[in-house]
């Protein structure tokens, strides 16, 4: 009896290493998150509060993908295995982008072995990696393998949220992105994500082939046939793809516009204080974000008010 249950708790904590594994990290990247931004506050320089609570909201989407009955139904359904990805590689991911900023990373970018992978957010490296990623993973045989074993579907897992990362990074991310990644570069971006997405969404909608069959015992399960089942996952695929390039173009409009006034208000600035700036300087430091704009304004108060003292 005694070795029975030893026999079953040893089971249980089997079954559970996979669940451990990839909810370990998670709970150690929080906590780095959080004492990150304690120390950054206590130094006045305080990460904002939306972009802590991006971060937190990314990290409770790669959990519910991961760490909840989700990650179970996933197992029996292809499209809640769907699901489960585009919470990890999309919405988790991209949250977790918003989350970042120069100050958050500075520490992990000084160290000389991520220093090296920064070439992994460079677009034109992060593009071609995301859309190799995700349709490697999605041919019959390698996808079928992660449903057999535990240490390939982890890897999966954790190269769908990678990669899903630094393909985000170089659109919303802190990182500093090449100088041609501008507005309209970032819109081809957005157009490319979105066309890799529905490309394989239409393959699982239209197919009239089943790509996976060791689901069959689940979808049998849950009433529901392998194509009908391929067919959701391509529809809730194709939906969430439209909608996040939606919001993402409205982002770059409505940030696009707010740059332009930036721009325009430094260069009224610098004309009523008698100081000369450049057209391109004044959109530079307006492409950079609100601190460097806030600088070059306090810059252009601050010489203003010299001169109009040595004058007087």
Known sequence: MLTSVASA??????????????????AAIGYAYLRRASTLAARGRAVPPARQLAFGAGLLLVFTAVGTPLAHVSEELFSAHMVQHIL??????????????????????????????????????????????????????????????????ALMHSLILVLGLAMWLPLVGPLPTPRWFGDLAKLAYVVLVRLAGAALANVFIWADVVFYPDYRPGQAHWGIGPLADQGVAGSVLMLEGSLITVLLLAWLFLRAAGRDEDRQRLLDLAEERGVELSDGRAGRAAAAGTGAGAALERRLRGAGTQRESEER
């Open 88 to 153: 990890l590689g999309d919405l988790g991911a991209l949250l977790l982008a918003l989350g970042l900023t120069g100050p958050v990373l500075a520490p992990l970018l000084r160290l000389p072995v991520v220093g090296r992978l920064r070439v992994l957010s460079h677009p034109v490296v992060a593009l071609p990696l995301w859309v190799l990623n995700l349709y490697l993973w999605h041919l019959s045989a390698l996808y079928q393998a992660t449903l057999s074993s535990a240490p390939v579907h």
């Open 9 to 26: 708790s040893s089971g249980g904590l089997l079954d559970a290493l996979p669940l451990l594994l990839e909810v370990a990290p998670l």
